[in-house]
C-alpha cells in the first residue's frame, strides 16, 4: 500500500475540504481583483465583485481565464506581488506561441514541493529509492518539481538531466536506480535503448516510476510496466498551475487524485463551457486556490477528461479523481467529419505485440480529400511478409475505432525523427483554406 505523505490534508473529510477550498477561493478572488488590472476589468465586465463569492458555487459567477489571456499578458502582467518576493521563474516551451511564464514565492515552492511530494509518495517513493530525474532542468516545470518533491521525501536524487540514453541507463545501472521519472514516451524508448546496448531493463533495479507531461494511454503504461516489471503511475500538471503535481493515480490505477486543497476543479462542456455530469468527458477547467505569486481564477486547460463519483477512495485519500487525460480539445482532428484523437489510435497500436513504442498521424489533402497516414514503428526489424500483415492487421483495427480506413506505414525501429521533449503525434500538412 502506498504511504500518504500528508494524511491530514489527503484524507480531510469532504465538509473540511470544502470549507477550506471556499475560505481559500474568497482570498484569492480578493487578491486578484486587486492586484491584476486583467482580473479588476473582467470582473466589471461580468459584473461581480468578490463580495459576491458566497459559496463554492458562485464560482460560475467569475470570468475565465485563457492561454490567450497569458500571453497577451506576458510575461508578468498576472502577477499580483512584485518581482522582489518571487524565487524562482518557469515558463513553458512556447512552441505554439509566446512562453506563458510563471514566478514563484518561496510558499508557492513550498506547496509545489509538497503536492509533488504527495503524487510521488503515491507513486511508491520512499528515502530508501535511489530516484533518477531524467528531464531536463532548465525553465520547463518538469525536472525541477520531481526534484523537489523527491528531496522533500528524502529520497536519494540523480538529476541526470535531459537526454542522452545511454548514459541513462548506464547510470541506472552503475548507480541502481530504483525509481525513474519523466515524460512518458521517454521512458518507453530508455526501455528500447537498454535493449539496444545489450541491458534487459527488467534486470536493472527500477522499480516504480511516474510519468506524464504529454498523452499517455493505458496501453503505453501497460508497455513500460512490461517492458520494465515496473508499477507505473500517471502525474498530470501543467506550468500554469505550477508544474507537474496537480493529480496522480493511487495504487488502485482508478483514476488520478486531484489535490484539491490547492486546486478547485471543473470539468465543462469546451463548446457551451456549461458544465457535464460525472463521468461525462469535459474540460479540465482549474483554479488555483492557494497560489501567491500568479493565482489563477477557471484556467481553460483544453485538457480532456471525465471526473468519477465521489465516494472514499480504498487508498483511503479523499481527494476527487479523474480519469487519464484523453487528450487536449486542439489536438483532436476532424478527419472527413470524424473527430478523432491521437489517443484512440496509440490504444490500438498499443496492443500490438510487434509495435514499439514510436508512432504519428499524418494528415495530408488529396484531390481535396482528407488522407490520415499512420506512420508506425515495430519493435524488432521485420521481413516484408510480415511488414506488409503488420499494416494489413492495423488498417483494420484502426478502422474499427475511427470509422474510416487510413493508410499505416510500418517502419523499420528508429525511424520516426524526435522532435523534442514531448511526443509529436500530429504532424498536420492539408492545405487550409
Ligand atoms: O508538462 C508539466 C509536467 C511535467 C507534467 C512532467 C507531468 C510530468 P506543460 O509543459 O505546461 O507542463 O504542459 C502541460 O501537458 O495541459 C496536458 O495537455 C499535458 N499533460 C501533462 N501531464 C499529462 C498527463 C507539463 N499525465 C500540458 N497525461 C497539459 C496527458 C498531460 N497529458
Not at 189 to 215: S, T, Y
Not at 246 to 268: A, I, M, N, P, R
Not at 294 to 299: A, D, H, S, T, V
Not at 389 to 409: A, C, E, H, Y
Amino acid at each position: 500500500m502506498d504511504y500518504i505523505f500528508n494524511k491530514k490534508m489527503e484524507t480531510l473529510n469532504r465538509k473540511k475540504l470544502k470549507d477550506l477550498q471556499l475560505e481559500r477561493l474568497q482570498q484569492t478572488v480578493h487578491r486578484v481583483y486587486e492586484t491584476v488590472p486583467f482580473y479588476t476589468k473582467a470582473f466589471k465586465q461580468f459584473d461581480v465583485t468578490p463580495a459576491d463569492i458566497k459559496a463554492l458555487d458562485d464560482i460560475k459567477k467569475l470570468p475565465f481565464t485563457t492561454k490567450d489571456d497569458l500571453r497577451k499578458n506576458a510575461p508578468f502582467g498576472m502577477m499580483t506581488i512584485s518581482l522582489e518576493n518571487c524565487i524562482e521563474l518557469h515558463a513553458s516551451s512556447g512552441t505554439t506561441g509566446v512562453p506563458v511564464t510563471v514566478c514563484y514565492t518561496h510558499n508557492d515552492m513550498e506547496v509545489w514541493s509538497e503536492v509533488m511530494a504527495r503524487c510521488l509518495s503515491m507513486s511508491g517513493l520512499t528515502k530508501k529509492d535511489i530516484f533518477q530525474n531524467p528531464i531536463p532542468y532548465g525553465t520547463f516545470t518538469g525536472a525541477f518539481g520531481f526534484h523537489y518533491g523527491a528531496q522533500r521525501i528524502g529520497a536519494l536524487v540523480i538529476p541526470s538531466g535531459q537526454g542522452q540514453s545511454e548514459r541513462q541507463i548506464k547510470l541506472m545501472d552503475y548507480y541502481g536506480t530504483t525509481f525513474l521519472s519523466g515524460v512518458a514516451s521517454y521512458a518507453m524508448r530508455l526501455g528500447q535503448v537498454a535493449v539496444e546496448i545489450g541491458l534487459d531493463p527488467k534486470k536493472l533495479h527500477v522499480r516504480n516510476g511516474l510519468f506524464g507531461a504529454e498523452m499517455f494511454t493505458s496501453g503505453l503504461k501497460k508497455r513500460i510496466m512490461d517492458n520494465w516489471d515496473m508499477d507505473v503511475h500517471d502525474i498530470y500538471g501543467l506550468t500554469e498551475m505550477c508544474g507537474p503535481g496537480v493529480s496522480t493515480d493511487c495504487d488502485q490505477h482508478d483514476g488520478l487524485h486531484l489535490w484539491e486543497d490547492h486546486f478547485l476543479v471543473e470539468c465543462v462542456d469546451p463548446i457551451t463551457l456549461e458544465p457535464v455530469g460525472v463521468e461525462e468527458e469535459g474540460e479540465i477547467v482549474l483554479t488555483t486556490i492557494s497560489k501567491e505569486g500568479m493565482p489563477l481564477l477557471r484556467y481553460r486547460t483544453r485538457d480532456i477528461a471525465m471526473f468519477y463519483d465521489q465516494g472514499m477512495c480504498s487508498c483511503g485519500r479523499t481527494h476527487v479523481r479523474h480519469s487519464m487525460i484523453k487528450g487536449r480539445s486542439d489536438d483532436m482532428v476532424i478527419i472527413r467529419g470524424t473527430n478523432i484523437y491521437p489517443g484512440q489510435i496509440e490504444s490500438v497500436l498499443m496492443n500490438n505485440s510487434l509495435v514499439g513504442g514510436n508512432w504519428r498521424m499524418v494528415l495530408n489533402t488529396e484531390n481535396d480529400i482528407d488522407m490520415l497516414t499512420v506512420e508506425v514503428e515495430t519493435k524488432e526489424r521485420l521481413s516484408s511478409t510480415d511488414t506488409e500483415q503488420l499494416s494489413i492487421k492495423l488498417k483494420g483495427d484502426i478502422q474499427s475505432v475511427i470509422v474510416f480506413t487510413p493508410r499505416v506505414d510500418v517502419l523499420p525501429p528508429n525511424t520516426i525523427r524526435e522532435t523534442g521533449l514531448k511526443a509529436k503525434r500530429v504532424i498536420d500538412n492539408r492545405k487550409k483554406d
